[in-house]
């Protein structure tokens, strides 16, 4: 019982090969191509529309140089949130429960955003690692604090993001399997685990959103 609580965090496999690959695949199958009709439906207008609308709240706390990112943090944005929320589907696997897949795309836009901040406002950038008016004595080591601080930040990041989805996959599992087992035996408990269930499912859609 305690093994099949996490068989849902196992990577897919068929006949010996990992399924993971379809598994993140799978979520750009739903989103209908772009055609080049002005009026195509209703799906591909409600697809442009939230596009529009992720890329609009992404950009505009940045200037127009920023802008070149919007292709692919929108992208990203949308991918990890069709991932993210098919997860929450039964039977189904989610790939951002495994920590490698976190690492992997922690660390190249981290290394990315640190290398563009260098080059384009370096004063800025180094800047971060020293708060205004630290004591001398102190500054030796807040450099080094503020240093590992920043170079842990995407091992950090993608443990923490990692522990809450699995927390919130687990914690599902365990209420909907105790609303099952206590239907037949108490079902007003049934019924109020049911109610508990539901409003961690709402929690786990904004979790997977966010």
Known sequence: MNLSFFDQFMSPHLLGIPLILISLLFPTLLFPSPQNRWITNRTSTLQSWFIYMVT??????????GHKWALILSSLMIFLLS??????LPYTF?????????????FPLWLATLLTGLRNQPSAS?????????PTPL??????IE??????RPLALGVRLTANLTAGHLLIQLISTATAVLFSIMPAISALTACVLLLLTVLEVAVAMI
């Open 126 to 134: 180094l800047g971060h690692l020293l708060p205004e008016g630290t």
């Open 147 to 152: 240093t590992t601080s920043l170079l842990i």
């Open 94 to 106: 989610t790939p951002t429960t495994q920590l490698s897949m976190n690492l992997a795309l922690a």
């Open 83 to 88: 991932i993210n929320l098919l997860g929450l």
């Open 139 to 144: 500054i030796p080591a807040l450099i080094m």
């Open 56 to 65: 609009k709240q992404l950009m505009i706390p940045l200037d127009k140089k």
